[in-house]
């Protein structure tokens, strides 16, 4: 099994272990809206595993010559900033509703694996 090939095995179950993480946090967001102490935790956590999911996918582009790195690793970078900014937006007084950060930060996590991660992947799979 070549790398690109252990690394799409693995991107699989990063992004299922991720959405699980999503599904937690849509739950507890409905259960429990007001909890923002326990909804800041959930997104530092998303965010310390996306940092690593994200590592690990930027040295795979790297080593296999992907030629649009700089672009992924963007909007990777602009994930982890909006994580970052909803965190410190919900220990602020005037904060947004949590509902609205999570669903704007889950439909950014959704456009990023179409519009990315998905292209990746197929050029992986034509790698040798
Ligand atoms: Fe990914
Ligand atoms: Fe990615």
Redesign the pocket.
């Known amino acids: 099994m070549t790398k690109a090939h252990a690394y799409l095995s693995i ?1 699989r179950e ?2 299922n272990f ?1 959405d699980a993480i999503g599904d937690e946090l849509t739950k507890r967001l409905i259960d429990d809206p007001i909890n923002l102490p326990a909804i800041s935790n959930s997104l530092m956590i998303l965010r310390s595993i996306l940092a690593s ?2 590592d690990h ?1 930027e040295s795979i582009m790297k080593e296999q010559k992907y030629p649009d790195c700089s672009k992924h690793k963007n909007s990777h970078d602009y994930i982890i900033t909006l994580i970052s900014s909803s965190i410190s937006s919900l220990s602020q007084e005037c904060q947004e509703s949590p509902t609205e950060l999570w669903l704007t930060l889950k439909k950014t996590l959704e456009t ?2 179409k519009k ?2 998905d292209l ?1 992947v197929l050029y992986l799979d034509t790698c040798p």
Do not use: A, K, S
């Open positions: 991107n990063d992004h991720i999911h994200f996918e990023h694996i990315y991660d990746l």
